[in-house]
């Protein structure tokens, strides 16, 4: 977690937290910030929380001990002479002052008060950064750590600091290639600005890609581009709500071009943006991610998956459609299942014909055992198949091609359950019983 992406109100508590600590209390008031920062940087926070009004237990002052008038009583000392008192006043402040000469308090009190001065100059210029790039071109702002230190950075000051750890924030470079179009190329050195397209170009080259798709370019083509363009923005540390947008409608084409190792690399970045705070069409692609763990049959991550819907997610139709699927699955409502496979929203039935054939064995497997005889007009309007043609092809190469009357036409031909059925079982262990996802991260 970069503090880079921190809101300006929580760099100011922080930096006020810090100036308020002294030696005594460094350690516990330090791992107390650390916890409120990681608390709400999990519950996705950060940005709504009223910092100002956030106060730190290890950093309130000690209430003294109270003592009742009975222990006061037997406490009590005889009055002590002028030169005993000033001699224990004394011995108190001796005892109190663990930080060191007083130099040293007035260089680290100098110390807490540049950084803080620092923070609040950092914060100022990254508000008006934003402020004058209309297109929020950055979620990061690109504020060297070297003039800048954070609260954990590398700041010769911190005591805690890592001088080892490199600040890739300097780093960070602005493309000035103005071509529309570049041919993807896996990065095997530092990449230079002028091979680099900018924030502005980029827009446009996402425009001319839209209009292209449009025009039944060639998806290999459009891939290639797709993959430079995120090329570019990854590597000018570029994520915004146009990220998110570059990423989805990839995906979606790779869905549609049935690309699942393109798709799956765009899916695992999604999650990593959404889990930002970056707005995009967080319900379609949520409903998307649990019919792709339907089709690789990982219940586990499934459940846990589902277990951290919000409310939200849960009232959206399409994450709704894909739990009612879920559950036809896994109560075997093979019926209910496929009247739902013709009615996904959005482009879930690209992902469903994954494995679509895999539940379409099973429900035949299961109506063999309940039936002896079964047309093939029946399976049809079951299974959900477009065409008798494509009922018929599918029990052929499945083995289950049994018919009382094979001479008939291929509406009326009806299959023979008690021999079809060990020949259904046997090729859904062949084909079905282990699943391989390409691409799957």
């Given amino acids: 977690m970069s503090s880079e992406s921190w809101p300006p109100p929580l760099k100011e508590w922080v930096a006020r937290c810090l100036g308020q600590m002294t030696d005594a209390n460094r350690a516990e008031a330090q791992a107390e910030l650390r916890e409120s920062i990681a608390n709400a940087f999990a519950e996705k926070t950060l940005w709504t929380t009223d910092w100002a009004g956030v106060q ?45 000469d007083q130099a040293a308090l007035n260089r680290r009190a100098e110390r807490f008060q540049r950084e803080h001065d620092i923070e609040r100059q950092k914060s100022m210029r990254g508000q008006a950064s934003l402020q004058a790039n209309n297109q929020n071109a950055h979620l990061f702002n690109r504020i060297s750590r070297s003039d800048s230190p954070s609260a954990f950075g590398t700041n010769p000051d911190d005591p805690e600091a890592d001088p080892n750890v490199l600040d890739w924030d300097k780093y960070t470079i602005v493309g000035t290639n103005q071509e529309l179009f570049k041919d993807y190329l896996r990065l095997t050195s530092e990449p230079k600005p002028e091979t ?23 998806y290999n083509w459009i891939c290639n581009q797709f993959k430079s363009l995120r090329q570019d923005l990854t590597v000018q540390r570029i994520k915004n709500e146009f990220t998110v947008q570059v990423y989805e409608i990839h995906a979606r084409m790779a869905l549609e071009s049935s690309d699942m190792v393109e798709y799956n690399q765009c899916q695992a970045t999604l999650k990593n943006l959404y889990d930002l705070g970056i707005p995009g069409k967080h319900e379609e692609f949520t409903a998307y991610r649990i019919l792709m763990l339907l089709h690789g049959r990982n219940k586990s991550e499934l459940n846990l998956y589902v277990g951290t819907l919000t409310p939200r997610q849960k009232r959206d139709p399409a994450v ?122």
């Fill in 320 to 441: 709704q459609h894909a739990l009612r699927v879920q559950r036809a699955i896994s109560m075997g409502n093979y019926h209910a299942l496929f009247e739902m496979y013709f009615n996904a929203p959005n482009m879930g039935a690209y992902i469903m014909d994954y494995f679509i054939d895999r539940e379409r064995t099973r429900a035949l497997m299961t109506m063999t055992k309940a039936y002896r005889t079964i047309t093939l007009c029946f399976i049809q309007n079951e299974l959900g198949f477009e065409t008798v043609s494509d009922t018929l092809q599918f029990i052929e190469t499945h083995g289950s091609a049994f018919f009382t009357n094979p001479n008939a036409p291929d509406r009326d031909k009806t299959i023979e359950c008690k021999s079809a059925a060990p020949q259904l079982a046997q090729v859904y262990e062949e084909k079905y019983r282990k699943v391989g996802i390409k691409g799957a991260i």
């Fill in 196 to 218: 680099i397209r900018p924030y502005s170009v980029l827009q446009q080259t996402l425009i001319e890609l839209k209009k292209r798709w449009k025009d039944k370019v060639s």
């Fill in 56 to 100: 730190l237990k290890s950093l309130m002052p000690k209430a003294p001990p109270v003592l009742n008038s009975l222990k006061r009583k037997m406490n009590d000392t005889p009055p002590m002479s002028k030169k005993a008192k000033k001699a224990a006043a004394q011995k108190r402040n001796d005892a109190n002052l663990d930080f060191g």
